[in-house]
């Protein structure tokens, strides 16, 4: 079965702060993801990872930062949070091959900046 | 702009029923379909993948996939309460980012 952790399940943090979250997959996965979601939008991409080092900016980049320093780590740095950051925050690995490239979800981080 | 479209719901449907979930693409490039299950304040959970036209089963649920007419529907056979979520459906043009549906809310009632 394909884990994808993260590593907090909840979080509370102040305007201004630095803050990292990370997940880890454990299925040697080359693509990895990361959305934010919000009530009444939906998941939104945040930034992607097909490679270690690699990084593409998703539909909602602004305010946030990524690294893929190793193939199974892939962290979200959110540079200065502020309040309209508070979301849940998920992210996905995803097989390669022969597709369909089924996308599996870690169980997400609350995060509120207060 | 890539679309996926679903009827947010609620989607009633009374305990042993078969509940129908639809979800239309916009574009035709499309080329793996999926749906997940999500319950409140937990993450999406994969349930279904279909890439081929036709029909694909897996226990009580079967995921259609047409693509001339760009839908995608999943059907879940003698509803459960436990199946009460928010299911969303996404479609990948390939090894792309999947593009994800705002989801239908389903309830199925006891």
């Known amino acids: 079965d394909v884990k994808v952790t993260q590593s907090s399940r909840y979080l509370v943090k102040r305007t201004g702060e630095k803050v990292f979250l990370e997940c880890v997959q454990d299925m040697d996965h080359e693509n990895m993801f990361w959305y934010r979601q919000d009530p009444g939008l939906g998941l939104r991409l945040i930034y992607f990872s097909y490679d270690v080092k690699m990084k593409e900016k998703g539909d909602i980049p602004e305010g946030y930062s990524v690294s893929r320093e190793k193939k199974e780590r892939f962290s979200l740095i959110l540079e200065s949070a502020s309040t309209n950051q508070t979301s849940m925050y998920l992210c996905a690995s995803r097989t390669q091959g022969q597709p369909p490239y089924e996308q599996y979800f870690g169980p997400g981080t609350r995060l509120t900046v207060t | 702009q890539k679309e996926v479209e679903q009827n947010s719901g609620p989607l009633s449907v009374p305990e042993g029923a078969i509940a129908s979930l639809n979800c239309t693409y916009s574009?035709?490039?499309?080329?793996?379909f999926f749906w997940y299950r999500q319950y409140s304040g937990k993450s999406p959970e994969l349930i279904m993948s279909?890439?081929?036209?036709g029909d694909k089963e897996d226990g009580r649920f079967t995921a259609q996939l047409n693509k001339a007419s760009q839908y995608v529907s999943l059907l879940i056979r003698d509803s459960q309460p436990s199946d009460s979520a928010t299911y969303l459906c996404a479609v990948s043009l390939g090894r792309t980012a999947l593009i994800f549906g705002k989801g239908t809310t389903l309830s199925v009632s006891s």
């Open positions: 279909i890439y081929s036209n």
């Open positions: 574009d035709r490039g499309s080329q793996s």
